[in-house]
């Protein structure tokens, strides 16, 4: 039988060439639909497998490899194992020397990372700081000139700059330590020859510590190594607490322009840092230059701020914040990636602070200008939020409009203070973010403009319902302002609300939550409204007569009787009328809180008089109302009914 793809001739009864595997054409006259049984298949498989396993032997003899000639038996199909017996099973079936060596290779590797890499580390943070005391130390003892001293500590530096160099391929941690190590030594140097000493000046200083930034940024990338780069960083902002330059009678301190060179340094610093961000995002390490650089800048100013220094002052946390701001926002703009979550800790951490340290160096002298202030900050993190929408995608830009929004709340009550305006303020800013978040289908927005509204809401309840009673006038005082400016706010997102509830989108939550709103501050203003208008005529007219200060009291009861009454049936009537389940809901709780209080308080506080008034005109609302729904109880049923279909 002559097979078709590679043309040998195979045995009559072979279904498959034994030479390619091929299928095999069948006889002449053999009826294709006639198969042969499936056991006589298998037996002309193992025989053809036979002379192919014969072929083999002959084929490899020749080569003097030993082969065998009989066939493995057949492997059975397995039920595999889950994967926790399946572990088991290896557990249990796995040598005991082999469990043993595995053990002990756990052993060696946490005694190999301490041992081998962290004592290595922490062992060149302890040199580094043994260099600086001694070099006080002899400066403090005559031991060295300053000029030996600096001399000195260059070497120091440069020799373990060479030995990272010479055992970088031997010993990758210990050079990575020993790298780390010279770079901060070579700060320490050179902070202390301008900065101590004064032996160099303020530009051949700054010249050589952009050429020592570089240096530890060539190191940092060509070692890949974050530990050299927190040995380096550290050593840095740590040379000035080691030198005594915030220490009290340290010679930086003799002159104002030697001070400003320390917060230059930590600015060239925090520049090595910024320069290193842009080829590796080791998150730790700038965390660890950011609170270094704070602490660096709170020992200066704990030593030589003064009054007359703010400016000054603020130029440089001011430095400090936009070097650790651009490790962030424009290195991801210009990379057009996603920032991690490790990356919304920095930004926060680092503006927190700024804020923080920001106001408390202005507060007392700059008091009337801190809400300007607080602006600009916004404004800063807006410019940040067009900027990333443009190149950057993801959640970034709204983290950012979070902040400068967070700002715009906090310049009102900061420069407003106490006043009314800040309610104003806040009701505005709520329904400005309500707008844009509808308009612009930003649901993160809408949140934060909610948020604003809580801030409102608890602020007129807590802030601005007390008034002087004395010289109070209904209608006319500013708490009336604040409230019915707060409620057209929250009736604007209302209004807002409804369109996009009725197009479909994810408002409901909202919706009524705004109608019960509206009506709770509406009743509330219209109550202490009343109730404070009879407080005056109590103070006015109360005090000498008691007849007169009971049948005040009574009125000023009765009053708010009447009219939560009477404002339940309206908003019940508007319910009714425009089909308004939750205004209806509302007013029947608050018809319900009014038959509380007539039957449980004012028949027993009030005379008989305003008694016989206050159950009569009860009745006679409720009456109204139980007519009402009944006279509209299709419409209302129909409501349901729609809804539901």
């Known amino acids: 039988m002559k097979c078709l793809k590679c043309g040998r001739q195979n045995k009559p009864e072979d279904r498959f060439c034994v030479f390619c595997g091929s299928p095999l054409p069948l006889p002449e006259g053999k009826d294709t639909n006639s198969q042969p049984e499936v056991s006589e298949e298998l037996k002309h498989l193992k025989e053809q497998l036979a002379r192919m396993n014969d072929r083999l032997v002959s084929l490899e003899s020749q080569k003097g490899k030993a082969v065998p000639r009989h066939l493995p038996e057949p492997v059975q199909a397995v039920q595999p194992l889950p994967q926790r017996e399946t572990a088991s099973v290896k557990a249990e079936t796995a040598p005991a020397h082999r469990v043993k060596a595995v053990a002990e290779a756990k052993e060696r590797e946490w005694e190999q990372i301490l ?4 004592l290595a580390r922490i062992g060149v943070v302890a040199i580094i700081i043994g260099i600086g005391f001694f070099l006080k130390y002899a400066f403090d003892n005559e031991w060295l000139g300053p000029e030996g001293q600096i001399i000195l500590g260059i070497i120091a530096g440069l020799i373990m700059l060479y030995g990272s160099y010479r055992w970088r391929g031997k010993y990758i941690i210990l050079a990575q330590a020993l790298g780390g190590g010279g770079i901060a030594v070579l700060y320490l140097s050179i902070f202390a020859s301008f900065a101590i000493y004064d032996l160099v000046n303020f530009y051949l200083a700054a010249a050589l510590l952009l050429l020592v930034s570089i240096l530890s940024i060539v190191l940092s990338v060509s070692y890949n190594s974050m530990a050299l780069s927190i040995i ?8 000035p607490f080691i030198l005594g330059a915030f220490g009290e009678g340290s010679p930086a301190g003799s002159q104002t322009g030697q001070s400003i060179q320390l917060l230059v340094y930590i600015i060239l610093v925090d520049a090595g840092v910024l320069g290193l961000s842009i080829f590796r995002k080791w998150h730790w390490f700038i965390l660890l230059a950011l609170l270094l650089s704070l602490a660096s800048f709170g020992g200066w100013y704990h ?12 130029i440089f946390i001011t430095l400090i914040f936009l070097l650790f701001t651009a490790v962030t926002a424009p290195l991801y703009a210009a990379r057009k990636g996603a920032p991690e979550e490790f990356d919304y800790i920095l930004m926060a951490i680092n503006v927190f602070f700024y804020s923080l340290i920001s106001l408390s160096l202005m507060w007392d002298v700059f008091r009337d200008w801190m809400g300007g202030f607080i602006c600009l900050l916004a404004l800063f993190y807006g410019a940040l939020t067009w900027l990333m929408f443009k190149k950057s995608k993801g959640k970034f830009p709204l983290f950012l409009v979070t902040i400068a929004l967070f700002f715009v709340t906090l310049a009102i009550p900061v420069q407003f203070e106490d006043s009314v305006w800040t309610t104003l303020a806040w009701a505005a800013e ?9 308009t612009y289908k930003i649901p993160q927005i809408r949140n934060y403009g909610y948020l604003v509204f809580v801030l409102m809401f608890l602020r007129l309840l807590f802030f601005d319902t007390g008034v002087e009673i004395s010289g109070f006038q209904p209608v006319i005082n500013e708490r009336f302002l604040a409230f019915t400016f707060a409620i057209a706010a929250l009736l604007f997102a209302y209004l807002r609300e409804k369109k996009a509830f009725l197009d479909k989108e994810a408002a409901a939550m909202y919706y009524p939550l705004l109608l019960l709103v509206v009506n709770f501050l509406f009743i509330w203003l219209l109550s202490f409204e009343a109730w404070n208008y009879f407080d005056r005529q109590l103070l006015e007219n109360g005090l000498g007569d008691a007849g007169a200060r009971i049948a005040l009291q009574n009125a000023q009861n009765l009053s708010l009787t009447c009219l939560w009454a009477v404002y339940a049936v309206v908003a019940l009537v508007i319910g009714i009328i425009r089909r308004l389940y939750y205004v209806r809901a509302w007013a029947l709780a608050l018809l319900m809180l009014v038959v509380a209080k007539v039957f ?3 028949v027993t506080q009030l005379d008989t008089a305003y008694r016989i008034v206050s159950f009569t005109s009860l009745g006679l609302l409720l009456l109204i109302s139980a007519y009402l729904y009944q ?6 049923k129909g409501f349901f009914k729609s809804n539901a279909g």
């Open 115 to 118: 041992g081998g890499n962290w």
């Open 232 to 239: 380096g960083v550290f050593g840095a902002f740590v040379a």
């Open 303 to 314: 030593q030589f701020g003064q009054e007359g220094e703010i400016a000054v002052s603020m």
């Open 430 to 438: 709520g329904a400005v973010l309500i707008w844009l978040a509808i």
């Open 600 to 602: 449980l308080y004012d």
């Open 631 to 636: 006279r509209h109880s299709k419409a209302i």
